[in-house]
């Protein structure tokens, strides 16, 4: 009995054992399938790491992708410069509004007041005064009145759209007509001119505060982005705070700047620069000169020495000598003018600073008074806000509303 007891015994703990055994790998198996997803042959987890790592390859995050197109679209070729020209003439407009102000609605105000009882010698009465508080000047005040009296009958003296058209086309006359271009026709100074010249040598002159040094920069500037090669000289060796002004424009323009020692003889300069324009074939060569008017004589001794020597290294420069005047000083910059022509051979005007000023009438007095071309116009700071001068352009702006 006891040892069927004992076998009984034995043979349920197999039994338990095996039922607990069973229930554990059932268990098991059971989580398995919930925790752990079905795993992959060694085979294809490699086959699938290796398809992985060339598709991480072969993606571009989208910034990276982006810059690398845009250098590869970028040309060799030097940035072409685009003239925005609604947006030109709109600033160009915008620095001569209070100009219009006074010779275009001031006209207006006249007419409406007097409406059909106006008589022709108060018309051009008051004609002479707004011309001159354009700072148009008395003399080319007096010629554009007579201009303007000749051309009218005496029913036209009621007419105000008649009488701004005929002032307009008298203005546009004298701006466009000057001596070094009788005909009227369009100029590019500085594209034209020096297809024949290389380098095309241009002399910057001027009294110190017209804006001179950053027009210098400006046209270096401009040169650069025509894809011309351009050296340029820091002549204005009395004025440190010039020739550091200069080498920052030169490193934009990515342009060979010719510097010496303050208080150095400008001529020096001037002879270095043209040399090194010649040397290194540049295709414009700009000289940056000082403007000390307080003794005209040292002035007139020092451009002369600059133009022996410049003519030395190149028997044909300056080809160009721009005079930088400030239009915000009115018949000041006049008779600067006047002074720099005695000096030295201007070929051209560059008038700066046409930014609301309301002595734009400057233009029209230095253009019939001197009969000397307006080469460019600057109305701002920024590079855009010099561009070539066109007659056309600033007569339309001058009485477009």
């Known amino acids: 009995m006891n040892d069927m007891s004992g076998d009984h015994f034995m043979i349920a703990a197999s039994v338990v054992v095996t039922i607990l055994a069973i229930l554990f790998i059932t268990n098991l198996i059971l989580n398995r399938k919930k925790s752990s997803p079905k795993s992959l042959p060694k085979e294809s987890i ?11 390859k072969q993606e571009v995050p989208l910034a990276q992708k982006s810059q690398e197109q845009t250098q590869a679209v970028v040309p060799e070729q030097p940035i072409k410069v685009v003239v925005d020209e609604k947006k030109w003439f709109d ?10 102000s006074q010779i275009v609605n001031g006209l207006d105000e006249f ?13 051009l009465e008051h004609l002479f005064e707004i011309l001159i508080q354009a700072d148009i000047g008395v003399k080319t005040s007096d010629l554009l009145v007579e201009k303007v009296k000749s051309r009218l009958t005496k029913e036209d003296y ?15 006359n004298i701006l466009s007509s000057t001596k070094a271009n009788p005909k009227g026709e369009i100029e590019k100074p500085m594209l034209s001119l020096s297809e024949n010249k290389l380098p095309h040598i241009v002399l910057m002159v001027g009294v110190n505060g017209v804006g001179k040094t ?9 040169a650069h982005l025509r894809g011309q090669k351009v050296v ?38 001037a002879f270095e620069t043209v040399k090194k324009a010649s040397e290194t074939n540049a ?12 003794n005209r004589q040292d002035l007139m001794q020092e451009l002369a020495k600059i133009g022996r020597v410049v003519a030395k290294e190149n028997p044909d420069a ?17 008779q600067q003018a006047k002074v720099f022509r005695d000096v030295v051979n201007i070929t051209g005007l560059v008038l700066t600073k046409l930014d609301g000023t309301a002595k734009g009438g400057i233009a029209i007095a230095i253009a019939a008074e001197l009969g000397l071309p307006i080469r460019y116009v600057g109305v701002g700071e920024s590079v855009e806000d010099l561009e070539i001068f066109e007659a056309h352009e600033f007569v339309s702006a001058l009485f477009t509303e």
């Open 318 to 334: 300056p080809h160009e000598v721009l005079l930088v005047l400030d239009a915000t000083t009115g018949q000041n910059a006049l």
């Open 91 to 100: 600033r160009l407009k915008g620095g001569l509004r209070k100009t219009h």
């Open 111 to 123: 007419f409406t007041s007097k409406s059909d009882k106006v008589t022709r010698d108060q018309t």
């Open 214 to 222: 950053t027009t210098t920069g400006k046209l270096a500037y401009k």
């Open 232 to 269: 340029i000289g820091a002549a204005d060796t009395f004025r440190a705070a010039a020739i550091e002004q200069l080498s920052v424009w030169a490193e934009r323009s990515k342009a060979h700047m010719i510097r010496l020692k303050e208080g150095a003889d400008p001529a020096s300069v």
């Open 46 to 56: 490699r086959e699938s790491l290796i398809e992985l790592t060339e598709r991480k």
């Open 283 to 294: 295709d414009v060569c700009l000289i940056d000169t000082a403007g000390r008017l307080q």
């Open 158 to 172: 009621s007419d105000p759209s008649k009488f701004k058209s005929i002032l307009k086309e008298e203005i546009f």
